[in-house]
């Protein structure tokens, strides 16, 4: 999976961090290694100890790394990782090492969570969140149109109807939600032709939340997560770098 790369970090902090979560992500370090030692880290990086101890603080605070004072600083197995984090979701996806996994995890994800969300938000949603969801929906039908960013618009759909389902734990994991979702949208929006079929799809998920109808906005929201999940998978052997060209998302 290929997403657009993330805005440019602006510590150097953060710039240590994101180097090395990459590499860690993409197996360049693999787990059960050790990190180089802080002073050969300094070196490459140009930076103090100081920011490369707070970069290394960051990682394991998300899982990735275990520091010990006997063995040092150790890569850990992803079932350690925060998975959720919205860094490592980032830094997954631009591996350039394909992990066969994660695009089927991810779609069984959206099969357990999105059809119900869609469900509450049929029965709980507020006049303003059907008017957001509306209005996401017509920022990708201009998108559709060549005017304005699909992939941002279809992510604001998405993330709206979370939102909109009134869930508190699910709330809490929209910005993990909306990060995946992107990785998968970066992805399936590389198919040509896409949008004219796509928004019907969505359009009947919007009416249906809109009309208060349940049962219509869940199987909806099914249809359109399977042919997205088809897209990803005719798609992720070609490894196609995103375009504005859009599918089923």
């Known amino acids: 999976m290929n997403p657009k790369p993330s805005p440019p970090r602006t510590t150097f902090q953060q710039q240590v961090l994101d180097t090395l979560g990459r590499d860690i992500c993409s197996g360049r370090v693999k787990p059960g290694q050790l990190l180089p030692p802080e002073a050969e880290l300094c070196e490459r990086f140009g930076f103090s100890r100081i920011v490369i101890r707070e970069a290394i603080k960051s990682l394991a605070a998300k899982g990735l790394l275990e520091v010990t004072r006997r063995v040092g600083t150790l890569v850990l197995e992803p079932t350690r990782w925060n998975l959720f984090d919205t860094d490592i979701i980032v830094w997954r996806a631009e591996s350039t090492v394909f992990d066969p996994t994660l695009s089927r995890d991810l779609m069984?994800?959206?099969r357990i969570i999105e059809p119900a969300a869609v469900r509450?938000?049929?029965?709980r949603a507020s006049d303003?969140?059907?008017?957001n969801l509306r209005s996401a929906y017509m920022?990708?039908?201009?998108?559709?149109?060549?005017?304005?960013d699909y992939v941002k618009a279809d992510l604001a759909f998405h993330t709206t109807i979370l939102s909109a389902c009134g869930n508190q734990f699910v709330r809490q994991?929209?910005?993990?939600?909306?990060?995946?979702?992107?990785v998968s949208f970066e992805v399936i929006t590389t198919k040509p032709g896409g949008p004219a079929h796509s928004l019907p799809l969505?359009?009947?998920?919007?009416?249906?939340i809109e009309r208060g109808d349940a049962d219509a906005a869940e199987r909806a929201a099914?249809?359109?997560?399977?042919?997205a999940e088809e897209d990803l998978r005719e798609?992720?052997?070609q490894r196609a770098p995103p375009t504005q060209t859009s599918a089923r998302s």
């Open 120 to 123: 509450l938000a049929a029965q």
């Open 222 to 227: 099914m249809i359109l997560i399977e042919g």
């Open 108 to 110: 069984e994800m959206r």
């Open 128 to 131: 303003e969140d059907r008017r």
């Open 139 to 148: 920022a990708m039908a201009r998108a559709v149109a060549g005017k304005g």
């Open 173 to 182: 994991m929209q910005d993990a939600m909306g990060a995946l979702l992107r």
């Open 202 to 208: 969505h359009e009947a998920v919007c009416e249906a």
């Open 235 to 237: 798609l992720i052997p």
